[in-house]
């Protein structure tokens, strides 16, 4: 009977492990495959799961384990054909589409406007029907720092759009397109995962159709709750900032945070904390669970009709889904509901499930669910953290008996307890976030021990309650500030957060295993085991070219430029892209975690002129690598001298740096003088290894490339590798210009289907008729070239290529 039951036992085991292997193994894809061929591997998936039963004991684990990996692989892959079968026709990208539909969720607003999903009900394109996929992202900008789509900027009052409400309006659609680069956020993924396969903006200029208002629906109406709760807060707190936090912690409005206040959070270590996370879930659950307990045990009858343990479970599970609905539904929030429910299903069997397959199960079926959610640093943040706390002290998971103790003693005990737990998934998940993050909070024990009671069991509490009597959230404010009060003073200590190179995927989850093994209740002799363990994630350097070699890597940053140029020992970045909002920025956005993730202390930052889509991103450079010398063009009284202050490039300047040398070609000490405009002051750099030449030519226009064919020699001008200027718009690359460099690769550094046209058709044939390899980011994301191996350019858009990732056309 025991066999029996241990056989049984292991079968369950290896199901599960199938079904996250499965599922994590088509992830992997770059293409998805014919719908026959995954419905053929449904097919022998489940054939190989039903001959577990005929099959010996020993080896049963086993094909059940591969039956049901085959079988989810061929789900997911199904899941997802279908979904990619209703994505935007190319030819309607870049079109006048008059839609009609209802606003879908709560409208984000920010300083350029709003954004908000759409549910498309009819599409037409000159009158003709169109098909569109059912849900898409659009923008609608306006305000004083907006622009329209002709590029002028725009004063305009939007109205006061809300969720359920019906529109017609002129829109423009792209396919989802994100800017993909070593380590940084997969826009496409996320955008794939909340099943949105098209984006775009409304058409608000004069000679557009104007939008129109058709109805006010009733549809959406946890939407429309969620919007007059999160302006009824705006209302009542005075101050924005802290509003914003109410806000996210209520509603579930992330972006109501200002910037400022996330990067504290972070450093911190508690930004799980200000948006509606699992743990705000699970404590809403508990908490809901014991008031529908101690009231179910109020009524004899229901006590007789149903155990109020059970009762209890349930309701708390129902009401903690209620509370993710109405705030934003949210993937960390689905994620926990369908967690909870397993967990409570499993309790409601009756039977004593051991905690590694109650682990196992809710890890299943999330996957099964929402199988990209395996590609969300969440998701490994948060069962990680559940599994390591189940590993580190079994008995915690059945609940400590409490009788016989006093009330002090209880409290005494649950502060202890609450201070291990706190400690254990510390230790434990800081090699986890510095593999997934590539830093951690030094100060975030000390934060998340007053931030985590603080914010769940005050903060939380008192901001929901406002939803009833608005006056609490003028207390939660003065508890948001007052909590903000301790993390500022913890985030200015010198080293409250660590910053280490990305390391490869095994060295992080031998991390893991050592950091579990340090907080398990084993003798301290086994537990230093897990101190080498550790050692390969701490002690891990990113690869740098040789002495006497170089690299390049032009960013994908979007419509701008941003190159970092790498020796062996020294780092410059030249442009820092640009500023897409007043709270995003390319330096925030992609350089400063590309530049964690890299290990790199900056020495020079090139700013190549003042125009916004080359410095955009330098503040967050700039404070992040406070050693690094700036060098620009920029006028003495632009903003940006306020931060560093910044020596001017000057033709002549030159420098060598672990054998590579270093030349600025442009701009004449005189030009300062005169009244030129932006791209003519470009800061034209010239790095050299003596064979290998790469050319940064900012946005030079055609007279100053003929400056430069004229004053300098043959043999300087010529490069392997060229920023091709101005984006490759019409007004630069000169056919003398492009025969006097004779680049062998010329870098497109443009957005996709931007609205300049850039990189123009006649410029690229320029290049084209001259054999040149022609690199633009839309097609290439991040681009690599290195000095070792000329003939070679890594794309990371092949490179780390997914099936949800979009193909532009050639």
């Known amino acids: 009977m025991h066999a029996d039951n241990g056989s049984r036992a292991s079968l369950l085991a290896a199901a599960l492990l199938g079904a996250v292997a499965g599922t994590a193994i088509q992830l992997q894809q770059a293409r998805l495959w014919d719908v026959a061929v995954y419905l053929l591997l449904a097919a022998l998936g489940l054939a190989l799961a039903g001959v577990t039963r005929r099959l010996r004991h020993a080896v049963r684990p086993l094909v059940a384990l591969i039956g049901v990996a085959i079988l989810f692989f061929a789900i997911c892959g199904l899941r997802s054909t279908h979904f990619s079968d209703r994505a935007l026709q190319p030819s309607i990208e870049g079109r006048d589409v008059l839609v009609t539909g209802v606003i879908s969720a709560m409208p984000q607003r920010s300083d350029i406007g709003l954004r908000f999903r759409f549910d498309v009900e009819l599409a037409s394109i000159d009158g003709a029907p169109a098909t569109l996929p059912p849900q898409i992202l659009l923008g609608w900008y306006g305000g004083a720092t907006a622009f329209t789509t002709e590029g002028a900027d725009a004063a305009r009052v939007l109205p006061d759009v809300r969720a359920g409400e019906r529109w017609r309006m002129s829109v423009r659609l792209k396919a989802p397109h994100g800017n993909l680069n070593p380590h940084g956020f997969d826009y496409e993924l996320w955008l794939w995962e909340q099943g949105l396969q098209a984006t775009g903006y409304v058409r608000n200029g004069t000679r557009d159709v104007a939008p129109q208002l058709v109805a006010d629906t009733w549809l959406h109406p946890i939407e429309r709750a969620r919007q007059h709760v999160r302006d ?301 363990l550790m050692l390969p994630l701490v002690l891990w350097q990113a ?118 040398d270093f030349l600025v070609m442009h701009p004449q000490a005189t030009d300062y003088d005169a009244s ?55 007004t630069s690359s000169s056919d003398a210009f492009v025969d006097a460099v004779r680049p062998s690769v010329a870098i497109f550094q443009a957005g996709y289907r931007n609205r300049f046209g850039h990189p123009a058709p006649p410029v690229l044939q320029r290049y084209a008729d001259r054999h040149v390899v022609r690199i633009d980011s839309p097609h290439c994301g991040a681009a690599t070239w290195q000095s070792a191996t000329p003939d070679v350019v890594t794309c990371q858009r092949t490179a780390g290529l997914h099936y949800w990732h979009h193909v532009p056309a050639p």
């Open 543 to 660: 690869a740098r070219p040789l002495d006497g070699q170089f690299e390049l890597l032009a960013a994908d940053v979007g419509q701008g430029n941003a190159v970092i140029v790498r020796t062996a020992t020294h780092t410059l970045v030249y442009d820092t892209g640009p500023r897409y909002s007043v709270e995003s920025d390319a330096g925030q956005r992609v350089l400063v975690p590309l530049l964690r993730a890299l290990g790199e202390k900056v020495d020079m930052v090139m700013l190549s002129h003042r125009d916004s889509d080359h410095t955009g991103g330098a503040v967050a450079v700039l404070n992040m690598q406070p050693q690094a010398e700036l060098r620009s063009s920029i006028e003495d009284s632009h903003e940006l001298q306020a931060v560093r202050r910044s020596q001017r490039c000057i033709a002549g300047q030159h420098w060598q740096w672990d054998g590579i």
């Open 676 to 730: 030129a405009k932006p791209n003519a002051m470009s800061c034209v750099l010239r790095v050299s290894s003596g064979s290998r030449t790469a050319l940064l030519v900012g946005d030079i226009e055609q007279p100053q490339e003929a400056r430069l064919v004229h004053d300098a020699s043959a043999a300087l001008l010529h490069a392997d590798v060229l920023l091709a200027p101005h984006h490759g718009s019409k």
């Open 232 to 532: 009824a807060i705006y209302e009542r707190v005075a101050e924005r900032k802290t509003a914003g936090i109410l806000a996210a912690l209520v509603v579930g409005d992330q972006n109501a945070i200002d910037r400022a206040d996330w990067d504290i959070f972070r450093a911190t270590g508690v930004a799980h904390l200000m948006s509606i996370s699992g743990l705000h879930v699970t404590m809403f659950a508990w908490a809901a669970s014991l008031a529908v307990g101690g009231a179910w045990r109020r009524s004899q009858r229901l006590c007789l009709a149903w155990p109020a343990q059970h009762a209890a479970l349930l309701g708390g599970v129902v009401l903690a889904t209620a509370y993710a609905l109405f705030s934003g539904w949210g993937v960390p929030s689905q994620r926990t509901v369908w967690m909870l429910a397993t967990v409570a299903l499993l309790r409601l069997s009756s039977r004593q499930w051991p905690w590694p397959y109650v682990w196992l199960l809710a890890c299943a079926v999330v996957v099964a669910i929402d199988p990209w959610a395996m590609l969300q640093a969440g998701f490994w943040l948060s069962f990680v953290a559940v599994g390591v706390l189940f590993a580190a002290d079994p008995g915690a998971a059945e609940g400590a008996d409490g009788d016989g103790q006093g009330r002090i003693a209880k409290v005494v005990a649950a502060l202890k307890a609450g201070w291990h737990e706190q400690w254990v998934v510390t230790v434990a998940l800081t090699p986890l976030s510095l593999l997934l993050f590539g830093q951690v909070s030094v100060v975030g024990l000390l934060a998340n021990a007053l931030a985590i009671p603080w914010v769940t069991l005050v903060v939380t509490p008192l901001a929901m309650g406002g939803v009833l009597i608005s006056s609490l959230w003028t207390v939660a404010a003065w508890a948001v500030d007052a909590l903000g009060i301790y993390l500022q003073w913890l985030a200015r200590f010198p080293f409250a957060t660590v910053a280490m190179p990305a390391a490869p995927l095994w060295a992080g989850a031998a991390a893991v295993l050592g950091g579990l093994l340090l907080v398990m209740r084993l003798p301290w002799s086994l537990r230093f085991l897990g101190v080498p």
